[in-house]
C-alpha cells in the first residue's frame, strides 16, 4: 500500500481497526498519494483522508459499477493489460440474459431452489461450435443425469494413479455445475486461491472486442444504467463527489500509477457480500492495477490468524489449501477431483490430484494406499450447508449434543444473540476453551434471558465444561497475517494454572478418544484408529508445534529423499510418493528449516522484505506479480517495476519472487497437449486460474450471477432502483417466527422500523470482547456501549447527548449511551431522508467481564450471502427511542408490540423473487420456453 | 557523589556538563539516575506477534523468572517498524490480568454455579461424551442411499485465533472422526 499513487478505503475504518497498519497509509499520502475514505460513519480514517464520501450501508455496487460505466463509457481501460491478461475478448454463450434483459434476474434462474443453474454464463467454445449450434441450456433434470452418468467415467482412479492421464483423446465430461449445489456448500469460497474451473475445449475470442456476446460488450450493457445520478439516487453521494473519486482513480492508474482498494467486514457481511469484492476486482482489472506494486485490494483481517484458518481451515466445506470437502455427489475420488479442475487443465489446479493425495498420505500415512483410493472414504461427506447458522438451527431442533468453542464468543459476537444463547441451551454439553469467563460460558446463569424469564438457571441441561486456553506467548507456532504471511512466535512462559495450547488440548483428547476405540472393529472408528497421531512432545506431553508445521509443509515418501522436507508443492505427486498436510503452505519448512520463524530485521532488506516470515505460496509477496510486466516481459514503467524479463538469462527476474514458471518466455505459447503450468502462455499472469486469465466477468464460480448486481440489503426502507429485484434471489434465509425482518421497500409497516443502523468496531476494543473487556487498561479506555446519532436524528426523536437510547430492532432491543455527533449524516436517498445509526458490537451481557453492556448483534437477524455463508451484518432495520430498555419480560414485549404493529411474520421480506408477475418469466427461464 | 555538593546545584550543573540549555542531563535527579526500565532487568526477550488483528505486528516479549514483564512492539519487523496499537501495547494484561482464568470448571446440568475439576477428568469426561455424541449423530447415508459417513452430534466454532498448528490438529481429528460442523470466525 505503501507504494500506491491512490487508496480508496472502503468498507473498512483502518486508521482505528488496523492502525499499525495504517502508517503504510499515511506513507503513501506523504509521497501525494491520495487517500479516499468511503464509509456510512465520518471516522479518523475519514479525518486524515483527503475526502470521506458518506454512503448508504449496502450500496457499494452501485459505486464500484458506474466507476466501471465512466471507465468504459470514456474509453478510460489499461487497454493494453485488459486484452492481455482478461477474458474481455472472450465469447459467451449466446443464451446468457443480463439482469438488463431479466430486471435485475441473470438467465438459468430456478424459482423452485432459489439458485441459478450457470450453464446459460459458459464461454462459447470450440468444442460447442463444432457440435451442434442449436445447443439451448440444458433443462435440469437432463443435467443431472448427465452428472450421474460420469460417475464412473473413464477408468477407476486405481488405475489412474500414478502420474495423471493424458486424457486429450478422451471427451472430457461435460462441465456442469449446479447453483444450489454450490450455494448449499458455500461454493464460493473454495476458490481461496484460485479460479473455478472452466469447459472443455479452447475459448473462443474476438480480440476486437467488438462481438456483443464479448465479456467487453456484455460488461458495458451490464453497467449502462449505473450512472452518476443513479448513485447520488441509490448510495445518497453527490455527482461532485462521485466525479472526484472517479478522477482520482483515473489519474492514478496506468502505466506509471496505481490505485488501490482496501476492505474489511463492511463489504463482507451482506448478503451479495462476495459480489462487493467482485466489482472492485473488476474495476481494478480494467485499470490495470491487478499484480503490481501499489495495486490490488487488501483485505483488513480482524483476526490473528483468520488468513491462516481459512488456508488450514476450521470451516465446514473446505479441506487444507481450498481443496473442497467432498460431497454425497462425489463418490469416488475420481469424482471428486473432477469437481476441482480437469486434470489436462491450464494452471496450477490442475494438479488437485497431486494436492489431494498428498493430503491424504498425511492424515492417514501408510492406511491410505491406491488401492483404497488414499483413503478417500475417510473423509466423511456434506449433502448441504453446515456453517455456523445452520448448525444452529440443528442445536435449536436438539440434533447437536455437544459444541466446542475455541476461542470465540457467538453469544455477543455472531448474529441474533438471542437465538446464539437458546441454541446452546438446547446442548447436552459445551467446552468453552478461552482465557477470560466469555458470555458464551455463564448464558446460563447471567444471560439476557435469564433476565427476561425466557430459561431458567435450574432448568437449563447443559453440562459447561470451562477449559482455560494458553496466550500467544505461553505456546509457540504460526499466525498467518492478512497478506498470507506466516509469522512464527516462539514460547516466552508456560501456561499457568490449568491452561492449556489448543494443540495440547486436541492432541491429548485425540488420543483419549483413539485409546478408548483401540479394539473397535466398527468401520466408522477406522478413520479415527489409523489416523496418523504421533507427535514428538515434551516432558509435560505437548506436542511439538514445529513437527506438525513440518507435516503441513510436506515431505518425500520414498526415495532417496525419503523422509526430506518438501521444497515446492510443485513437488508433490499422485502417487502416494509425498505427503502434505496444506500444499499452499509447502515450502515454509523447506530444507528443514522453519522460514515462518526468518527474522532478518526489515532494516536490513529491501522493502520487499522476503526475509522476513514466509508468505504462501513460495514466499511470494505480491501474488500474480506476472502482470507487473508488460506482454513482452518489460515493467509496464519505471516507476513501477516489480519482476521482468531477462533476455540473457532467460528467466524471470525482479524484487519478488516471480509468480510464474521461472523460466517460461513472454511469447511462448505452449501446445494443446500440455496441461497445468505447462499449458501456461508467456502471457497468462493469472496462473491459478483455468484459462490464465483475470476475470471481468465470471462464467463459473459465483452463485449469484458472472456479474455483480446491485440489490437492496435483507431490510432495507428503500426499493432498488436499479431492478424490479428487491433483494439477492440466491441469498439463504431462515423464516421463523424467532428470525423475523422488517418490512421493505416502502410497504406498509416498513415505517414502524425506519432507520438504518450498521455495526462497527472500536480501536480499544477487539470483536465480542473476550481478549479486551477483561483488560482494566482497554476497558477504562472504552467503557460503555454506545450507539452515534446525527444531530438531526437526535433533535427528530429527543434523544440527549450521552443520555440513554432504546435501539428496537424486529429480533431484540437494547439500550446504548447516546452520542450525538455530525459524523453521522442523514442521506437523501430517492427523494427521502435515510438515517443511519452506528453500533460498536464489543459488549454483552455477563457479570465476569471488566465492563459489559448491551450486544448490538442482538438486534441483527440471520440472512446469509450465497457464496460463502456469511451473515448480512452490516445493515439492518430499526427504531430508535429515548430512555433505557424495559426490564424483565417487559423487554419481550416492547419487542413483540413493535413486531405486531409492522405485521412481521417469517415471509415478511424473505420473498426470494420479488414481482409475481416475474415468477412466471423466471418460470419460463427455467423451462427453456421463450 | 554527596547530593549537598555545590557543584551538583542546576545551575552549576548546567555549566559544568555540555547541557547548557537545562534540558538535557543537567536536569536529571539522582532518582531518575538510579531507575533502570523494566525491559533492562529481563532475563530474555522473546520474539512474538500480537494476538489480536491480522496485521501481524511483531512483538518483543520481556521475561523475567518465567514471568512476561513487558510487551513492546519489534522495530525489526518491517510490518510493524516497533509500533503497536492500544491493543497490542495492552496484551502483557491478556496474559497477567488477575481476571482471567487458569482453573478448570464444570457446570452439572440444572446446576447453579460452577465447581472445579481437575484437567484429566475434564479431559476423560469430554472424550467419553465425543464418542457418545458421535455414534448417537452418526448417519451411514442419505435417503438416497448415497454414503455420508459422518456424525452431526458435534460441533465446533473458533479457529482464527489460533495457530496454523492448532487449526491442523483439530480440522483432522474432527474430520477422522466425521464431524463436519466445524466453523470459525472466517464466516463471521
Redesign the interface.
Known amino acids: 500500500m505503501a507504494n500506491a499513487d491512490c487508496i480508496i478505503i472502503q468498507g473498512s475504518n483502518m486508521a482505528e481497526?488496523?492502525?499499525?497498519?495504517f502508517?503504510w497509509v499515511t506513507e503513501a499520502k506523504a509521497r501525494g498519494a491520495k487517500v479516499i475514505h468511503v464509509d456510512p460513519r465520518f471516522t479518523r480514517t475519514s479525518a486524515v483522508a483527503d475526502k470521506h464520501i458518506p454512503i448508504r450501508t449496502g450500496t457499494d455496487i452501485v459505486l464500484l459499477g458506474a466507476l466501471i460505466n465512466y471507465v468504459l463509457s470514456n474509453d478510460l481501460w489499461f487497454d493494453e493489460y485488459v486484452r492481455a491478461y482478461t477474458n474481455a475478448a472472450n465469447l459467451v454463450n449466446e443464451d446468457f440474459q443480463d439482469t438488463e434483459d431479466l430486471d435485475g434476474l441473470f438467465s438459468g434462474y430456478s424459482v423452485k431452489d432459489n439458485a441459478y443453474d450457470m450453464e446459460s454464463w459458459s464461454y462459447q467454445t470450440t468444442e460447442q461450435h463444432d457440435q451442434d449450434s442449436d445447443d439451448a441450456a440444458e433443462p435440469d433434470e437432463s443435467a443431472l443425469s448427465t452428472h450421474s452418468a460420469y460417475h464412473g467415467y473413464g477408468t477407476s482412479w486405481d488405475e489412474h494413479h500414478g502420474e495423471p492421464q493424458d486424457r486429450s483423446d478422451e471427451t472430457a465430461p461435460e462441465e456442469h455445475e449446479e447453483g444450489d449445489d454450490e450455494r448449499e456448500q458455500?461454493g464460493g469460497d473454495k476458490y481461496g486461491s484460485g479460479g473455478a474451473p472452466v469447459g472443455p475445449g479452447v475459448p473462443l475470442r474476438d480480440d476486437t472486442l467488438q462481438d456483443p456476446q464479448t465479456v467487453f460488450q456484455i460488461l458495458k450493457r451490464h453497467y449502462a444504467r449505473y450512472t452518476p445520478d443513479m448513485v447520488q439516487d441509490a448510495c445518497g453521494i453527490s455527482i461532485e463527489d462521485f466525479e472526484y473519486m472517479a478522477r482520482a482513480i483515473i489519474e492514478n492508474s496506468g502505466r506509471e500509477r496505481t490505485t488501490c482498494f482496501a476492505y474489511a467486514v463492511g463489504w463482507t457481511q451482506h448478503t451479495l457480500g462476495a459480489q462487493f469484492i467482485r466489482t472492485a476486482s473488476i474495476l481494478q482489472l480494467l485499470l490495470g492495477n491487478m499484480g503490481r506494486p501499489g495495486g490490488g485490494i487488501m483485505a483488513?483481517?480482524?483476526?490473528?490468524?483468520?488468513?491462516?484458518?481459512?488456508?488450514?481451515?476450521?470451516?465446514?466445506n473446505l479441506?487444507?489449501g481450498y481443496l473442497p470437502?467432498p460431497s454425497?455427489r462425489t463418490?469416488t475420488f475420481t469424482d471428486y477431483l473432477d469437481t476441482i479442475s480437469a486434470r489436462d487443465q491450464k494452471g496450477y489446479w490442475a494438479y488437485a490430484d497431486a494436492y489431494a493425495v498428498s493430503l491424504l498420505k498425511a492424515?492417514w500415512g501408510d492406511a491410505a494406499q491406491a488401492e483404497n483410493n488414499w483413503a478417500y472414504?475417510?473423509?466423511?461427506?456434506?449433502?448441504g450447508p453446515?456453517?455456523?447458522y445452520?448448525?444452529l438451527m440443528?442445536?435449536l431442533a436438539d440434533?447437536?449434543?455437544?459444541?466446542?468453542?475455541?476461542?470465540?464468543n457467538?453469544a455477543v459476537?455472531?448474529?441474533h444473540g438471542r437465538l446464539q444463547r437458546m441454541g446452546m441451551s438446547h446442548l447436552?454439553?459445551l467446552?468453552v476453551?478461552?482465557?477470560?469467563?466469555i458470555e458464551s460460558a455463564t448464558w446460563?446463569?447471567d444471560g439476557p434471558e435469564i433476565q427476561s424469564g425466557e430459561l431458567r438457571?435450574?432448568?437449563?441441561?447443559?453440562?459447561?465444561?470451562?477449559?482455560?486456553a494458553a496466550?500467544?506467548?505461553?505456546?509457540s507456532?504460526?499466525?498467518?497475517?492478512?497478506?498470507r504471511?506466516?509469522?512464527w512466535?516462539?514460547?516466552?512462559?508456560?501456561?499457568?494454572?490449568?491452561?492449556?495450547?489448543?494443540?495440547e488440548?486436541?492432541?491429548?483428547?485425540?488420543q483419549?478418544?483413539r485409546e478408548?476405540?483401540a479394539d473397535s472393529d466398527d468401520p466408522?472408528d477406522r478413520?479415527?484408529l489409523d489416523?496418523t497421531?504421533d507427535y514428538p512432545t515434551d516432558e509435560h506431553g505437548d506436542?511439538d508445534?514445529e513437527a506438525?508445521?513440518a507435516?503441513?509443509n510436506g515431505r518425500h515418501l520414498t526415495g532417496e529423499n525419503a523422509g526430506k522436507p518438501l521444497s515446492a508443492y510443485t513437488e508433490m505427486r499422485s502417487d502416494g510418493s509425498t505427503s502434505g498436510?496444506?500444499w499452499i503452505?509447502t515450502g515454509v519448512y523447506a530444507d528443514g528449516i522453519n522460514h515462518a520463524s526468518d527474522?532478518v530485521?526489515?532494516?536490513e532488506?529491501d522493502?520487499i522484505?522476503s526475509q522476513?516470515?514466509w508468505a504462501w505460496p513460495a514466499n511470494r509477496r505480491i501474488i500474480y506479480n506476472r502482470a507487473s510486466a508488460d506482454p513482452q516481459g518489460r515493467p509496464w514503467s519505471e516507476r513501477k517495476k516489480l519482476i521482468w524479463w531477462d533476455e540473457d538469462q532467460e528467466r524471470w527476474v525482479g524484487k519478488d519472487n516471480p509468480d510464474f514458471p521461472i523460466d517460461r518466455a513472454p511469447g511462448s505459447t505452449p501446445g494443446k497437449d500440455k496441461r497445468g503450468g505447462d499449458a501456461l502462455a508467456g502471457d497468462d499472469p493469472f496462473v491459478m486460474q483455468a484459462d490464465g486469465k483475470g476475470w471481468l466477468y465470471a462464467p463459473k464460480g459465483l452463485v449469484d450471477g458472472p456479474m455483480p448486481a446491485h440489490y437492496e440489503p435483507q431490510e432495507s426502507p428503500v426499493a432498488n432502483p436499479l431492478y424490479a429485484q428487491q433483494q439477492n434471489p440466491t441469498r439463504m434465509t431462515f423464516p421463523r417466527w424467532d428470525n423475523l425482518f422488517a418490512q421493505s421497500a416502502g410497504k406498509p409497516g416498513t415505517e414502524v422500523y425506519p432507520y438504518v443502523f450498521t455495526t462497527y468496531r472500536l480501536?480499544?476494543?477487539?470483536?465480542a470482547g473476550g481478549?479486551?473487556r477483561?483488560?482494566?487498561?482497554?476497558s477504562e479506555?472504552q467503557p460503555e456501549m454506545f450507539c452515534e446519532v446525527s444531530p438531526e436524528l437526535a433533535e427528530e426523536k429527543g434523544l440527549e447527548p450521552y443520555g440513554w437510547a432504546t435501539i428496537i430492532s424486529p429480533r431484540s432491543a437494547i439500550e446504548a449511551r447516546v452520542l450525538v455527533t455530525d459524523r453521522m449524516k442523514p442521506l437523501t436517498v430517492r427523494g427521502h431522508t435515510v438515517h443511519q445509526i452506528g453500533l460498536p458490537y464489543h459488549w454483552g451481557v455477563g457479570q465476569?467481564?471488566?465492563v459489559t453492556g448491551d450486544a448490538a448483534n442482538d438486534l441483527l437477524g440471520i440472512a446469509l450471502d450465497p457464496n460463502?455463508?456469511?451473515?448480512n451484518?452490516k445493515v439492518g432495520s430499526c427504531d430508535i427511542k429515548p430512555g433505557r430498555r424495559p426490564r424483565g419480560p417487559e423487554v419481550l414485549e416492547l419487542v413483540s408490540e413493535y413486531q405486531e404493529r409492522a405485521g412481521l411474520t417469517p415471509a415478511t421480506s424473505n420473498t426470494m423473487v420479488t414481482d409475481p408477475q416475474r415468477e412466471l418469466t423466471a418460470e419460463q427461464i427455467e423451462d427453456g420456453s421463450p | 557523589m554527596s547530593r549537598f555538593s555545590p557543584l551538583e546545584w542546576p545551575v552549576f550543573r548546567q555549566f559544568r556538563t555540555a547541557d547548557s540549555t537545562g534540558r538535557s542531563s543537567a536536569v536529571v535527579s539522582q532518582r531518575t539516575r538510579d531507575i533502570t526500565s523494566r525491559t533492562e532487568t529481563a532475563d530474555?526477550v522473546?520474539?512474538?506477534?500480537?494476538?489480536?488483528?491480522?496485521?501481524?505486528?511483531?512483538q518483543k516479549?520481556y521475561?523475567k523468572d518465567?514471568?512476561?514483564i513487558q510487551?513492546e512492539g519489534d522495530?525489526?519487523?518491517?510490518?510493524?517498524?516497533g509500533?503497536?496499537?492500544?491493543?497490542?501495547s495492552?496484551?502483557e494484561?491478556?496474559?497477567n490480568?488477575p481476571?482471567?482464568?487458569?482453573?478448570?470448571?464444570?457446570?452439572?446440568?440444572?446446576a447453579?454455579?460452577?465447581q472445579e475439576?481437575?484437567?484429566d477428568t475434564?479431559?476423560?469426561?469430554?472424550?467419553?461424551?465425543?464418542?457418545?455424541?458421535r455414534r448417537?449423530?452418526?448417519q451411514d447415508t442419505?435417503d438416497?442411499g448415497?454414503?455420508?459417513?459422518?456424525?452431526?452430534?458435534?460441533?465446533?466454532?473458533?479457529?482464527?485465533?489460533?495457530?496454523?498448528?492448532?487449526?491442523?490438529?483439530?480440522?483432522?481429528?474432527f474430520?477422522?472422526?466425521?464431524?463436519?460442523?466445524?466453523?470459525?470466525?472466517?464466516?463471521?
Not at chain 1, 438457571?457 to 482455560?468: A, L
Not at chain 1, 488440548?505 to 485425540?510: E, M, N, P, S
Not at chain 2, 509500533?83 to 497490542?88: A, E, F, Q, T
Not at chain 2, 455420508?148 to 483439530?170: F, H, Q, V, W
Open positions: 481497526c488496523h492502525p499499525v497498519g502508517q458455500a483488513l483481517r480482524g483476526h490473528a490468524s483468520i488468513q491462516g484458518s481459512t488456508d488450514i481451515p476450521t470451516l465446514f479441506l487444507p470437502m454425497v463418490e492424515w472414504d475417510y473423509i466423511p461427506r456434506l449433502n453446515h456453517g455456523t445452520q448448525t440443528n442445536m440434533q447437536v449434543e455437544g459444541y466446542f468453542l475455541l476461542g470465540q457467538p459476537g455472531s448474529a447436552k454439553w467446552v476453551r478461552d482465557l477470560n469467563m446460563w446463569k438457571t435450574e432448568d437449563i441441561d447443559t453440562e459447561v465444561f470451562f477449559m482455560p496466550t500467544h506467548v505461553e505456546k507456532g504460526t499466525f498467518t497475517q492478512t497478506q504471511l506466516l509469522q512466535r516462539h514460547q516466552a512462559v508456560n501456561p499457568p494454572g490449568d491452561s492449556q495450547s489448543e494443540l488440548f486436541f492432541y491429548k483428547l485425540g483419549r478418544i478408548r476405540l466408522r478413520p479415527l489416523l497421531w506436542p508445534a506438525v508445521l507435516e503441513i498436510g496444506c503452505y527474522r530485521p526489515g532494516s532488506q522493502e522484505a522476513w516470515g480501536t480499544e476494543q477487539h470483536t481478549m479486551s477483561w483488560l482494566p487498561y482497554l479506555l465476569d467481564a471488566v460463502v455463508h456469511i451473515q451484518g | 530474555r522473546v520474539q512474538s506477534i500480537c494476538p489480536y488483528c491480522a496485521v501481524g505486528c511483531g516479549v521475561v518465567d514471568k512476561v510487551i522495530p525489526d519487523s518491517p510490518i510493524s517498524r509500533r503497536l496499537c492500544p491493543k497490542g495492552a496484551s494484561q491478556l496474559v490480568s481476571g482471567r482464568q487458569t482453573r478448570v470448571l464444570y457446570r452439572a446440568p440444572r447453579t454455579d460452577w475439576l481437575d484437567v475434564a479431559t476423560d469426561m469430554i472424550a467419553d461424551r465425543f464418542i457418545k455424541a448417537r449423530g452418526w442419505d438416497q448415497r454414503p455420508l459417513r459422518r456424525t452431526m452430534g458435534i460441533a465446533s466454532l473458533g479457529g482464527a485465533t489460533l495457530d496454523n498448528e492448532e487449526n491442523y490438529l483439530i480440522k483432522k481429528l474430520t477422522a472422526a466425521g464431524a463436519v460442523q466445524i466453523e470459525n470466525q472466517a464466516r463471521i
